[in-house]
C-alpha cells in the first residue's frame, strides 16, 4: 500500500481531529504542523508524534515526503494555502467552506485542475451510511418526484451567559456567520441528495450583538449571522428550505446540534432527523431506514474524528488511484456559488440566481 505523507495545515479542533483520523488509517503519515505560531504547532506536532512544526507553508511544503495537505485553518487562509500547494504538486483536502469568495474558489478550482492533483472538500456529512442511504433511496425513486426539502441545521453555540467570540464570528477571517460554517455543510448535503441548486432567496439575521473573546475578556460586536433562512430552488424543480442556527437549544446535547431534513415527492416522503431516517411510503407503512445508530451520548471529538476517517479514507484511495473522488473541489465551488448567491439575495432582498459553474 502506497504511503502518503500530509502536511497539516493549522492546529486547532479540526486539525487535531484530523491528524488523530489519518493516524487511524493504514498508509497515512502526518509529517509537519503548520501554522502561524510555532509553539502552537509544536505543541500539536509532539502530542501526536509528528515530526515537524513551522510557520512556514513553503518549508512544509518541500519538507521530504509530504504528498497532500489538509487545509484546516480559518477560512480566509484557504484561497492561499491551496494555491501554493497545488503549484508545489500537493493533493489538497481542504476544510469547508471552499473560501471566502466566489471568485478565490473558482482560482482555486482552476489551480488544482492545472495542476493535475486530486481534491476533496471536508463535506463530511456525505460519508455517513445513512446519509449514502438517503441517497440511493432518493435516487432509487422510493419517494417519486421529489416536490421539495426542508433542512434544519442548528446548534445553541451562542446561548451560553457570556457567548464565545472566535474566528469563526469574525467577519475577517471567516467571511460570513453561520452560513459558511454548518450551512456549507447543510448546502453540500442538500445538492448531494438532489442535484444542483440554481436560485436562492434569503434572510441572514444576527440575534447575539456581542460576543466575548474567552482569553482576554474583551467584548466584540458580532458582524456576520448566526440565523439565517434559505430558500432554494433545485435543477429539478424541486424547492425548499435551509435554515441555519447558533442559538438554537431544541437538540442541543446531540454532539453536532440539530439535524433534520425531510423530504415530499409524488410516491411518499423520508424523515431524517438526528442518525434516524423513516420512509413513509404513499398508501404504505413507515420503514426506518438502516444506516448508522443515533449518535446520542457520543463525545463531539469523538464524533468528528470518525467522519474524519470516514472522509479521509477515499481520499486516500483518490490519490492512490489517480481518479477523482466526490466531493471534490467544485462540489466545493458549487457550494461556494450557493453561498455567494445567497449573500447577494440577503442584502437585495430578491431571489439571486446561483452563478453558474
Keep these: 500500500m502506497q504511503s502518503i505523507g500530509f502536511a497539516v495545515f ?199 450583538p456581542e460576543l466575548v473573546d474567552p482569553v482576554t475578556g474583551a467584548k466584540h460586536a458580532q458582524e456576520v449571522d448566526d440565523d439565517t433562512v434559505l430558500l432554494v430552488r433545485f435543477a429539478t424543480g424541486a424547492h425548499g428550505s435551509v435554515a441555519l442556527s447558533r442559538v438554537g437549544a431544541v437538540h442541543a446535547s446531540y454532539p453536532i446540534g440539530r439535524r433534520h431534513m425531510l423530504f415530499s415527492g409524488s410516491g411518499g416522503g423520508l424523515l431524517w432527523e438526528n442518525g434516524v431516517a423513516t420512509l413513509y411510503p404513499y398508501g404504505g407503512e413507515p420503514k426506518q431506514l438502516e444506516g448508522e445508530p443515533p449518535l446520542w451520548g457520543v463525545d463531539h471529538h469523538e464524533f468528528i474524528v470518525g467522519w474524519g476517517r470516514q472522509n479521509l479514507e477515499p481520499f486516500l484511495d483518490s490519490i492512490r488511484t489517480g481518479r477523482d473522488v466526490a466531493p471534490s473541489i467544485h462540489d466545493g465551488l458549487q457550494t461556494q456559488a450557493v453561498l455567494d448567491a445567497a449573500v447577494r439575495a440577503s442584502s437585495s432582498g430578491r431571489w439571486e440566481e446561483v452563478t453558474h459553474v
Excluded: N
Design 10 to 208: 493549522g492546529y486547532g479542533f479540526m486539525a487535531t481531529a484530523h491528524i488523530e483520523a489519518l493516524q487511524a488509517l493504514p498508509g497515512a503519515r502526518v509529517v509537519v504542523v503548520c501554522g502561524p505560531r510555532l509553539d502552537r504547532a509544536q505543541a500539536v506536532a509532539t502530542e501526536f508524534g509528528v515530526p515537524h512544526a513551522t510557520t512556514s507553508a513553503d518549508e512544509a511544503l518541500a519538507i521530504a515526503g509530504v504528498d497532500a495537505v489538509v487545509v484546516d485553518t480559518p477560512d480566509v487562509f484557504h484561497h492561499d494555502l491551496v494555491m501554493a500547494a497545488a503549484r508545489a504538486g500537493k493533493h489538497v483536502f481542504c476544510e469547508k467552506p471552499l473560501a471566502t469568495s466566489l471568485a478565490d474558489a473558482r482560482e482555486m478550482a482552476d489551480a488544482v485542475d492545472r495542476a493535475g492533483v486530486r481534491s476533496m472538500m471536508g463535506f463530511s456529512t456525505r460519508f455517513s451510511p445513512l446519509t449514502r442511504t438517503i441517497h440511493d433511496a432518493i435516487a432509487d425513486g422510493q419517494i417519486g418526484r421529489v416536490f421539495h426539502v426542508h433542512a434544519q441545521s442548528f446548534s445553541a453555540g451562542l446561548l451560553a451567559a457570556h457567548p464565545r467570540w472566535s474566528w469563526r464570528t469574525d467577519k475577517d477571517r471567516s467571511g460570513t456567520g453561520v452560513i459558511g460554517d454548518i450551512g456549507a455543510h447543510a448546502l453540500d448535503t442538500c445538492q448531494y441528495l438532489l442535484g444542483p441548486i440554481v436560485a436562492v432567496a434569503s434572510s441572514m439575521h444576527t440575534c447575539i
